[in-house]
């Protein structure tokens, strides 16, 4: 099975033609090299998305640094009840500018990659539009939180996450256009460099002991800068011009309609639960699951990766042959479980010693964080299934699956659980009852996405793997049960981080030879950008 991110050249194990077709030119005839010329370009593409993919993948690693800190230190040094506030401020104001989403992400990466030029047609009126929803928005959430009993504090922290979450959209259409084209170099620089700012804002307001609001104004900081800088990029690399073309903006806008309604409904999960998790328990829930939140959201640094390299590279393939796709997204989510299942694992098993960094009093968090863990490997899935839908046309079941377990399942279920499991368990038991409501309705939308799949969801190889991965994690909860009991929990952790290893290894989930060739592919010098080569041609002269 391929590493993790090992995305092979879409037709890599598709046998060879039987032969070449030709056709005839004067004044001699040219044989298009058709086959082979669609072999280098997958090629040139796989290996454009691996570099790609470890230059995002460097400076994710410096940013997942530094959010790591961040998502220890604050809980910590906030303490359950304000950083409760900070994250259902967080929640509800991210809720009020999902209308801003548009959909134009998903759309980019499908149309744009394979027309650049095409991103100046639509960018301005775009902007444009953000800026009155916007407008609009602010209004309406001031009137709102001035008829609600939340303190003067929280309101203005509500208003300051709300600036915030406007620059986030139009920053997310602005790196969306760079990994269509596949410039992504100065974007991962970028990333580090907001990165520090909104770290070291959020380190000077804890040391500062500042009102909450401070808090919020070093992501609208870092969120400037991002769109300053992506502004420079996608004029550098891309000719990005600001004009305003309505007619082209009206047929961009009613192609993403499906993509805006399923990004509306992806930005309200996770945001909701947090809403309802505040009025039918309290903030002290939200922090509980605020911090389990935290620690299981580490397992997401796959997803920028993900949509960044994955997306454009998927899209060439598609166009080429759905038999193409299908491969690489069967190989992506071998490499994607590679990664999140141990993960899981190490989540699921240590829960109340990672929960213990946090301090003692976020001990009630670690019935969340186990219910929690699941979500993300099921998540992953999804991403694979959604995108195979997506580029097969078949958009608008995901757009339906998505929002009826957004908008309609997860509301139901938090009203249901969370005053039942906080009333049953106390402390903590509601926002357990947030995590099992999000963690079922994952369960539903893997089933609906992989089921309309039909056959192209899995193969031999992809179900051998899955097989295997889960037996060897059956056996090691059954030994952390039993047999590892008596021992230190961190010695414990240790050794069954080791057995995983191993059994994975040893079954043959994973292969040593596909871990090195990946690692042969990035060691190549001089890869092009992933953008196809002319197809070659062979002369031949008429004969005599």
Not at 106 to 121: F, L, N, Q, W
Not at 131 to 146: H, I, P, R
Not at 239 to 262: E, Y
Not at 426 to 453: D, K, P, Q, Y
């Amino acid at each position: 099975m391929p590493p993790p991110l090992v995305f092979y050249a879409p037709g890599h194990d598709r046998p060879g033609p039987g032969g070449p077709a030709s056709t005839v030119n004067s004044p001699s005839h040219s044989i298009p090299q058709d086959a082979e010329a669609r072999d280098s370009a997958s090629s040139h593409e796989a290996m454009g998305a691996v570099r790609n993919g470890l230059q995002l993948g460097g400076s994710l690693l410096v940013t997942y640094v530094i959010a790591m800190g961040v998502r220890f230190l604050l809980p910590k040094q906030m303490g359950v009840e304000r950083f409760g506030s900070f994250n259902w401020a967080d929640s509800f104001s991210a809720v009020f500018f999902v209308a801003t989403h548009l959909g134009l992400e998903m759309y980019i990466r499908k149309e744009v990659t394979r027309r650049p030029e095409h991103a100046s047609d639509f960018f301005g009126a775009t902007l444009l539009i953000r800026m009155a929803l916007t407008a609009v928005l602010m209004g309406a959430l001031a009137y709102v939180m001035a008829h609600d009993s939340h303190s003067p504090e929280v309101r203005q922290l509500v208003y300051v996450s709300a600036v915030a979450q406007s620059l986030i959209m139009v920053n997310a259409t602005m790196a969306a256009l760079l990994h269509a084209k596949g410039k992504v170099a100065g974007l991962s620089i970028s990333n580090v460099v907001t990165k520090l700012v909104w770290g070291g804002g959020l380190f000077l307001a804890v040391v500062l002991k500042a009102s909450l609001p401070w808090f919020a104004v070093s992501l609208v900081a870092s969120e400037a800068v991002k769109l300053g800088v992506g502004w420079y990029l996608a004029k550098q690399h891309m000719g990005l011009t600001f004009k305003v073309d309505l007619p082209a903006t009206w047929r961009v806008l009613r192609k993403s309609l499906p993509f805006f309604i399923t990004g509306a409904a992806l930005a309200t999960n996770g945001r909701l639960d947090v809403m309802i998790l505040g009025l039918k328990a309290s903030h002290e829930e939200v922090g509980y699951y605020g911090a389990a939140w935290n620690i299981a959201g580490l397992t997401f640094f796959l997803n920028p990766v993900f949509t960044w390299v994955l997306m454009p590279l998927a899209s060439r393939a598609a166009e080429r042959s759905e038999a193409e796709l299908t491969r690489l997204i069967r190989r992506a989510l071998e490499g994607t479980l590679v990664i999140t299942v141990p993960l899981m694992m190490l989540i699921v098993l240590g829960a109340p010693l990672w929960v213990g960094l946090l301090g003692g009093k976020f001990g009630p968090s670690a019935m969340a964080l186990r219910l929690m863990s699941p979500l993300f490997v099921l998540a992953f899935v999804t991403m694979n299934a959604g995108m195979w839908l997506t580029m097969t046309n078949r958009e608008w079941w995901v757009t339906i699956t998505n929002v009826t377990g957004s908008l309609l399942i997860i509301p139901a279920l938090n009203l249901v659980l969370i005053p039942v499991m906080h009333s049953a368990l106390g402390a903590g038991g509601g926002a357990a009852g947030t995590a099992l409501a999000i963690l079922l309705m994952e369960v539903l939308v893997t089933i609906s996405l992989m089921g309309r799949m039909k056959s192209a969801a899995f193969d031999a190889r992809l179900l051998a793997m899955i097989g295997k991965t889960a037996a060897v994690c059956i056996a090691i909860a059954v030994l952390d049960q039993t047999v590892f009991v008596p021992l230190n929990p961190w010695v414990r952790l240790g050794i069954e981080a080791v057995l995983y290893v191993v059994g994975v290894l040893a079954t043959g989930a994973v292969r040593p030879a596909d871990v090195m060739e990946v690692v042969r592919v990035a060691r190549r010098r001089g890869n092009p950008a992933p953008e196809a080569e002319a197809v070659p041609t062979v002369s031949i002269s008429p004969a005599p």
